[in-house]
C-alpha cells in the first residue's frame, strides 16, 4: 500500500489548511488512518485518527476544535481540515494506515506511511 500526502504549504497564523492523503489499494478502507507530525529536532506526534467506517475519531489535545479528520472509502482518501493555525502547528504532517480496524494514537499500530506534507504557519 501506497500512501501520498498532499495540500500542505505555508500558511499565516489563523488560517486554514486541509491536507489530503490518498491510499493506493482499496484495503485501506478497512483500516483505521490517521494523520502524525513532526517538527523539527522533536519526536514525531500523534493527531488524529478515523476507524474504517469514519464513526470514530481521536484527536490530541493541542488540535481539538480546530483540526477534523474525515475519510472517503470510495476514493480511499483521508482529509485533515486544520482551522485557526498556529505556528505549533508548522511541521511535517503524515498519513499512516493502521495494521487493523480499530483506532489508535500509536505509530507502532500503524503500518504504512506516506512520504510527508510540509505545513509551514507564520506568526
Known amino acids: 500500500v501506497q500512501l501520498q500526502a498532499s495540500g500542505g504549504g505555508l500558511v499565516q497564523a489563523g488560517g486554514s489548511l486541509r491536507l489530503s492523503c490518498a491510499a493506493s489499494?482499496?484495503?485501506?478502507?478497512?483500516?483505521?488512518l490517521g494523520w502524525f507530525r513532526q517538527a523539527p529536532g522533536k519526536d514525531r506526534e500523534f493527531v488524529a485518527a478515523i476507524s474504517w467506517r469514519g464513526d470514530i475519531t481521536y484527536y490530541t489535545d493541542s488540535v481539538k476544535g480546530r483540526f477534523t479528520i474525515s475519510r472517503d472509502n470510495a476514493k480511499n482518501t483521508v482529509y485533515l481540515q486544520m482551522n485557526s493555525l498556529n505556528p505549533e502547528d508548522t511541521a511535517l504532517y503524515y498519513c499512516a494506515q493502521g495494521r487493523g480496524s480499530q483506532v489508535s494514537t500509536r505509530p507502532e499500530q500503524y503500518h504504512y506511511w506516506g512520504q510527508g506534507t510540509q505545513v509551514t504557519v507564520s506568526s
Open positions: 489499494k482499496r484495503t485501506a478502507s478497512n483500516n483505521a
